[in-house]
């Protein structure tokens, strides 16, 4: 069974408060709230390694339930690195003229897929002709099935307890 991994940058979710996150997190940690800062650094933290499918989902609910995001990757894995999308007093919300590696957001309404469409097929419907409503059957789907004889059960007894 493939293992995870799971690591803290440091990211909160949207809208939450710093100072309550913090404090859930340092729950977490089991340490003073005012020690929980030195997490919030945005350097990469492993919180945990090799966990099932399971534990990681737990792990991602705890962290959510406090407030902060974590980062499961498969085992063996890279680990993340710090991104500029985290809630955290070092970094600012990203904006629409953030760098994102050379990826960009087209407008609302742009066409982003500029490949030709693929060819018209040319079908000949000439000899088809439609019946008038309600003259049709179904009878050329009905499919004749042979007899099934039935099989003999007079050796079975019905017993009331």
Known sequence: MQ???IYFLGEMLPDTDPARVREGVARLFKMAPEAA????TGK???VKQGVDPDTASRYRAAFRDAG???QIVPEGAPPPTAQSTSNTPSSAAPSANDDAGGLSLAEPGAIIDTTPPPPATDIHTGDLEALPPNSGSLQDC???KPAQPIPDISHL???DD
């Open 3 to 5: 293992g995870f991994d």
């Open 142 to 144: 009905h499919v004749d």
């Open 44 to 46: 990469v933290l492993r």
């Open 37 to 40: 800062d030195r997490l919030f």
């Open 68 to 70: 902060a995001l974590v």
């Open 157 to 159: 007894k019905i017993i």
